[in-house]
């Protein structure tokens, strides 16, 4: 389990699916065709020396090692998240402010060592390692770990061990914290190095339709043209995804009932805030017209949901069932039903 996103492929990600095939293509053909690697060798003496400023550019987009280019392919496929949460103007800005302050910093450091060592830094690893490696810093911050396995009883697994794991053979090449600077907003970063709206409207009309991809299937409704082991498969998915719902909310109608230990019983006291919604005045259904049956399993729940945590879920890519599902078996917790999602 090395992706902890999801499963909706590259849906809503049309910067991350430009950047996989457009620089992993580059990376193919400068491998097969070595006399041109020398153009996106990342020289700072050739930059500081003999002026040739476009290997600022060059050599910080493509990867002329392969290794190196399928590490940052998995963490750009894995942090594709963050566009679709986000959208791809502000995914596209924090990429070109990262790579911006990181060019600076390695020109900085380049020269603190020339000046405290005496030793000259030529050439450094090319490709897009830098704003690749600031990713873990909104991928620390907002994404939730939740325990997969736990080895020797004191080695715990999560759902983002694999990607640091990933991370630490990129960081070796390319560790900074511009990722860290440009989140935290620091000297308004944000304000200063960011895409226009100009030019994202540009790439929304000429790029994206190259590089979008079309809504997965699994959303569709069953018998769309779906052959019958298709529509088998995805009813075994639906009574799992069910039984491990209504195994949860088993659990903790279980955890409440237990009486609290103790001379005082605080919770008679002072109720969990989860159970605010158990106040609400009862909403009138709405006199709906007659449809016809519908393929899809009945949600498990009927408790009320917040529409804007529905709304937040949606953005990062889940479906609005799945997502009214899983918030309705965490009790409106929206980390809870992420951590849900983000394993089914």
Not at 48 to 73: E, I, M, N, P, Y
Not at 233 to 260: G, H, I, K, V, W
């Amino acid at each position: 389990m090395f992706t902890t996103t999801g499963s909706r492929g590259l849906y809503k990600a049309p910067l991350s699916k430009g950047l996989l095939l457009v620089l992993n293509g580059l990376t193919v053909m400068l491998t097969l065709l070595p006399h041109y690697q020398e153009m996106f060798v990342y020289n700072l003496q050739a930059v500081t020396q003999q002026h040739q400023v476009w290997r600022f550019l060059l050599g910080r987009l493509v990867c002329l090692d392969v290794k190196d280019a399928f590490c940052s392919s998995l963490l750009i496929y894995n942090f594709r998240i963050f566009e679709r949460r986000f959208g791809s103007r502000k995914y596209a800005s924090f990429l070109l402010g990262t790579w911006c302050l990181s060019a600076l910093m390695d020109f900085l450091l380049a020269q603190a060592f020339q000046f405290l060592f005496d030793y000259e830094v030529e050439e450094l690893p090319a490709g897009l390692l830098a704003p690749v490696f600031s990713l873990f810093v909104p991928f620390y911050l907002l994404i939730p770990r939740m325990q997969v396995t736990q080895v020797l009883s004191h080695i715990h697994i999560t759902n983002k061990s694999l990607v640091y794991i990933v991370g630490l053979q990129v960081s070796l090449y390319s560790f900074n914290i511009s990722g860290g600077l440009y989140h935290s907003n620091v000297l308004w970063m944000q304000k200063l190095l960011f895409v226009p709206v100009w030019v994202s409207r540009i790439g929304r009309f000429i790029l994206e339709p190259l590089f979008s991809s079309s809504q997965p299937t699994s959303e569709t409704p069953l018998g769309m043209g779906a052959t019958l082991d298709i529509q088998r498969q995805q009813r075994m998915d639906m009574l799992d995804q069910q039984l491990l719902l209504a195994q949860y909310n088993e659990a903790r109608r279980n955890t409440r009932q237990q009486p609290q230990s103790g001379l005082f019983q605080w919770t008679r006291f002072f109720p969990s805030l989860r159970r605010r919604g158990q106040n609400r005045p009862p909403v009138q259904p709405r006199p709906q017209a007659q449809t016809p049956p519908s393929t899809q399993q009945p949600l498990l729940d009927n408790s009320p949901v917040a529409e804007e945590q529905v709304a937040r879920l949606v953005e990062m890519g889940f479906s609005r069932i799945d997502a009214l599902e899983a918030l309705r078996a965490s009790n409106n917790d929206i980390n809870m039903a992420t951590n849900f999602l983000l394993q089914h």
